[in-house]
């Protein structure tokens, strides 16, 4: 432990003028019993998680229980690993203040013992989860692994590189209506009309032993947003829905749709196997790939908020009224990137509003970050 041998060669070369060969047997005595004590701690600890790891199996224990056992375990053996090498650290100290009391001066003495108090103090043990599932323990410079089982790079690559793999993602976009009449409406604001969206994919490798083809699919919640350039605001006129002039000045004015999408893609990713010991892994989304598809959604509220100004002071009119907006969505996707960030476009093949003389339909152009 090199904390401890530090100490050692500090006390050997620092007073090696005062009985040098005893001094170094108690050294070598002291440094074996710690020796000891952290060898049968940690044949204790690993006894201790194997219990646990089998309670694990036999579904007594949950998993999250499982870790916090492991933790409390660990920090119990460290606590103990400390003060055992403590009480050893300083009984050393104590034998050379004794030898150093009968050969050196009051000052000398105290000098020596403020630099071992330093050297003991700096051996600090911390405890914490091992990124590969065990636990590690460090003492001093000394790291201490104890886990379940050996992990090799094997674990790491059959872990990371599974068939199918999961992730969240968000989604940030320029949002508009498109109409045979006009490609976007000018009623909008570009930079304040936007689509954002939260969601977790599935990515699941579609050819067994070729990493070209992929098949995206998940989950996602969806805001879109129209932002006003003028003093307007939507109005249900029977089965219309209109954009007219509000009464009063206003300082902005939006009207969102959310809905809950469920997207499917069939990707091309460019990302080249590799493989280790005689076997070949598939990774993704590590190269350029590039992707089209469909969704379908459900709409889950509509919400217009409307602030302005009267008399000098600020006020708001939001409502969350029906504005015959259609209840269900669908439409076509494509998307181009480079690792974990794309750039994407939507189209919904069904407008907006029902009923309205004129069909607008939302779309969206944006980047994605995530899996």
């Known amino acids: 432990m090199k904390p401890l041998q530090l100490l050692c ?4 070369v620092a007073f090696g003028g005062i009985t040098a060969q005893d001094l170094k047997d108690e050294i070598a005595q002291t440094k074996r019993s710690i020796d000891s004590i952290v060898t049968a701690e940690k044949a204790q600890l690993k006894e201790r998680l194997r219990t646990i790891e089998e309670q694990l199996d036999r579904k007594e224990i949950t998993l999250a229980e499982s870790r916090q056992l492991k933790m409390r375990a660990a920090r119990e053996s460290a606590k103990t690993i400390s ?3 403590r009480e050893q650290s300083h009984k050393l100290s104590a034998l050379v203040h004794q030898r150093i009391a009968e050969n050196r001066t009051l000052s000398d003495t105290l000098t020596y013992k403020a630099e071992v108090q330093k050297t003991i103090d700096s051996i600090v043990i911390e405890t914490r989860p091992s990124r590969i599932g065990g636990t590690e323990i460090r003492i001093g410079n000394d790291h201490i692994y104890i886990g379940r089982r050996h992990y090799k790079v094997e674990d790491y690559l059959d872990r990371d590189y599974k068939r199918t793999q999961g992730g969240l993602y968000f989604a940030l976009a320029f949002h508009n209506l498109n109409s045979s009449e006009h490609f976007s409406n000018n009623h909008f604001r570009l930079w304040g009309s936007k689509s954002v969206e939260i969601g977790y ?17 998940g989950l996602s919640w969806m805001m879109d947003k129209l932002k006003m350039k003028e003093d307007e605001h939507f109005v249900k006129n029977g089965n219309i829905t209109e954009i007219v002039p509000y009464p009063k000045e206003t300082i902005k004015s939006k009207f969102k749709t959310m809905y809950l999408i469920l997207p499917i893609n069939l990707e091309f990713d460019l990302t080249d196997s590799f493989t280790y010991n005689d076997k070949t892994y598939y990774p993704t989304h590590q190269a350029f790939r590039v992707g089209v598809g469909t969704y379908v959604g459900a709409l889950l509220t509509t919400k217009q908020k409307v602030k302005y100004t009267e008399n000098g002071s600020t006020h708001k009119d939001m409502n969350r009224k029906y504005y015959n907006v259609n209840e269900w969505t669908y439409g076509v996707s494509a998307h181009i990137g480079y690792g974990n960030f794309a750039f994407y476009a939507r189209y919904s093949l069904v407008p907006l509003f029902t009923n309205n003389p004129i069909n607008e339909y939302p779309f969206s152009v944006g980047i994605r970050l995530g899996h």
């Open 9 to 12: 060669m500090f006390l050997i």
């Open 83 to 85: 003060v055992k090498t």
């Open 201 to 217: 994919t599935r990515n699941t490798r579609l050819l067994k032993n070729n990493n070209l083809l992929h098949l995206n699919y």
